[in-house]
C-alpha cells in the first residue's frame, strides 16, 4: 500500500478519507496517514487522522507521499499545488470504485483529480488536471474538461459540452449540450447554462444570467 495523505481537514476532507477506506475495501492501495491543512494546528484530530501541518511540512516530508486535495475552491487548489515543491509528492487520480464509465478506454484524466461516489462518465471525455467530481455527477459524450474545475454534487454536463478552468459548478446546476463556459466562472446551485458564458462571472438561474455582488 502506498502513503496518502489528504489536504483539507475540513467536512470535505474527512468525506475523501471514507473514499479512500472504500477503495480500499476493493483493493488494498492507500495508507492515509493524516491531513495536512494550513488552517489547523498540527496535531488536531479527526476521526480519521490527524493534521500533521501546513504546506511547510509538505515541502519538507522526507519520503514519497501522494496527496489528494480536498478543498472546493479552484483557486485555493490551484495555489496550492503551486505552492508545492518536494519532489517526493505525487498527485494520484482518485476515483470512487463505484464510478460508471460507458467506455473506459475512451476517456482521459490528468493527475490529481478527484472522482466520488456515484459519478457517471460518458465516451469520448477528456479531463485535465486537479478536478473535483464532489459526487453524483454526470458527464457527457465528448466533454471537454480543463484544469482545477469544482463540481458540486449532482451536477449534470451535457455532450460536447467544453469546459476551461477554475470554474466553479453549484450543487444540481446544469449546463445543456455544446456550451462552452471558459475561465473562473461561478455557477449557482440549481442553474441552468444555456448558452456561452462570459469568462470571470457569476451566473444564477433557470435559465441562467450574470449577477454582480
Same mark, same amino acid.
Given at each position: 500500500?502506498?502513503?496518502?495523505?489528504? *489536504?483539507?481537514?475540513?467536512?470535505?476532507?474527512?468525506?475523501?478519507?471514507?473514499?479512500?477506506? /472504500?477503495? #480500499?475495501?476493493?483493493?488494498?492501495?492507500?495508507?492515509?496517514?493524516?491531513?495536512?491543512?494550513?488552517?489547523?494546528?498540527?496535531? =488536531?484530530?479527526?476521526? *480519521?487522522?490527524?493534521?500533521?501541518?501546513? &504546506?511547510?511540512?509538505?515541502?519538507?516530508?522526507?519520503?514519497?507521499?501522494?496527496?489528494?486535495?480536498?478543498?472546493?475552491?479552484?483557486?485555493?487548489?490551484?495555489?496550492?499545488?503551486?505552492?508545492?515543491?518536494? !519532489?517526493?509528492?505525487?498527485?494520484?487520480?482518485?476515483?470512487?470504485?463505484?464510478?460508471?464509465?460507458?467506455?473506459?478506454?475512451?476517456?482521459?484524466?490528468?493527475?490529481? #483529480?478527484?472522482i466520488c461516489s456515484g459519478c457517471l462518465f460518458s465516451c469520448n471525455v477528456k479531463v485535465g488536471d486537479f478536478n473535483t467530481f464532489n459526487g453524483f455527477i454526470t458527464v457527457g459524450h465528448d466533454a471537454t474538461?480543463?484544469?482545477? #474545475?469544482?463540481?458540486?454534487?449532482?451536477?449534470?454536463?451535457?455532450?460536447? +459540452?467544453?469546459?476551461?478552468?477554475? #470554474?466553479?459548478?453549484? +450543487?444540481?446546476?446544469?449546463?445543456?449540450?455544446?456550451?462552452?463556459?471558459?475561465?473562473?466562472?461561478? &455557477?449557482?446551485?440549481?442553474?441552468?447554462?444555456? /448558452?456561452?458564458?462570459?469568462?470571470?462571472?457569476? =451566473?444564477?438561474?433557470? !435559465?441562467?444570467? &450574470?449577477?454582480? *455582488?
Amino acid at each position: 500500500m502506498k502513503d496518502i495523505a489528504i *489536504y483539507g481537514a475540513g467536512g470535505f476532507g474527512r468525506e475523501v478519507a471514507c473514499l479512500l477506506h /472504500r477503495i #480500499n475495501a476493493v483493493t488494498p492501495e492507500w495508507n492515509l496517514i493524516g491531513f495536512f491543512d494550513d488552517g489547523k494546528e498540527p496535531g =488536531y484530530v479527526t476521526e *480519521y487522522g490527524k493534521v500533521l501541518g501546513g &504546506i511547510e511540512s509538505v515541502n519538507t516530508f522526507s519520503s514519497p507521499l501522494s496527496i489528494v486535495i480536498a478543498i472546493g475552491s479552484p483557486k485555493v487548489v490551484e495555489k496550492i499545488v503551486g505552492k508545492v515543491e518536494n !519532489p517526493l509528492i505525487d498527485f494520484p487520480t482518485i476515483i470512487s470504485p463505484d464510478t460508471i464509465f460507458l467506455d473506459k478506454g475512451n476517456i482521459s484524466f490528468g493527475r490529481g #483529480n478527484l472522482i466520488c461516489s456515484g459519478c457517471l462518465f460518458s465516451c469520448n471525455v477528456k479531463v485535465g488536471d486537479f478536478n473535483t467530481f464532489n459526487g453524483f455527477i454526470t458527464v457527457g459524450h465528448d466533454a471537454t474538461i480543463g484544469h482545477f #474545475n469544482s463540481f458540486m454534487p449532482a451536477v449534470r454536463i451535457s455532450g460536447e +459540452v467544453n469546459i476551461g478552468n477554475r #470554474n466553479f459548478f453549484g +450543487v444540481s446546476s446544469v449546463v445543456l449540450q455544446q456550451i462552452k463556459v471558459g475561465n473562473d466562472t461561478v &455557477i449557482g446551485a440549481n442553474s441552468t447554462i444555456l /448558452r456561452k458564458t462570459k469568462d470571470g462571472n457569476t =451566473y444564477v438561474g433557470n !435559465p441562467a444570467s &450574470i449577477v454582480k *455582488y
